[in-house]
């Protein structure tokens, strides 16, 4: 099996194919987590930015495909975007922060 590369322009239009498949899997459902007949596998949908949310991650594979977001752990600010991903392995507190959704391009 070969494993295909792909430079970060080519993995934002993958995104948006992406993204264009959780819109049909979340469309008229609301913000919020959204959870698939997979086990385990859960879509999460924002579409206004809010307050900080305090949260505790459990061990996570977190993909965005669209828009933008902040985590703050202690001091620290982690910004991610379409075809960045969050890995976390163990639980963890933090702060997220949404910016940039809209209701045409939710997170």
């Given at each position: 099996?070969a494993i295909?590369?792909?430079?970060?322009?080519?993995?934002?239009?993958e995104c948006?194919?992406?993204?264009?498949?959780?819109?049909?899997?979340?469309?008229?459902?609301?913000?919020?987590?959204?959870?698939?007949?997979?086990?385990?596998?859960?879509?999460?949908?924002?579409?206004?930015?809010?307050?900080?949310?305090?949260?505790?991650?459990?061990?996570?594979?977190?993909?965005?495909?669209?828009?933008?977001?902040?985590?703050?752990?202690?001091?620290?600010?982690?910004?991610?975007?379409?075809?960045?991903?969050?890995?976390?392995?163990?639980?963890?507190?933090?702060?997220?922060?949404?910016?940039r959704p809209?209701?045409?391009?939710?997170?």
């Open positions: 099996m295909e590369i792909l430079k970060h322009g080519a993995a934002v239009n948006k194919e992406l993204a264009a498949l959780l819109e049909r899997h979340t469309d008229g459902k609301g913000n919020g987590i959204h959870k698939t007949d997979i086990n385990k596998l859960e879509f999460m949908r924002e579409s206004s930015t809010s307050t900080a949310l305090h949260c505790v991650y459990e061990p996570i594979l977190g993909i965005v495909v669209q828009g933008k977001k902040e985590a703050l752990l202690g001091e620290e600010t982690y910004r991610y975007g379409a075809a960045q991903y969050l890995v976390v392995s163990v639980d963890l507190p933090s702060v997220d922060l949404l910016s809209r209701q045409t391009s939710p997170i």
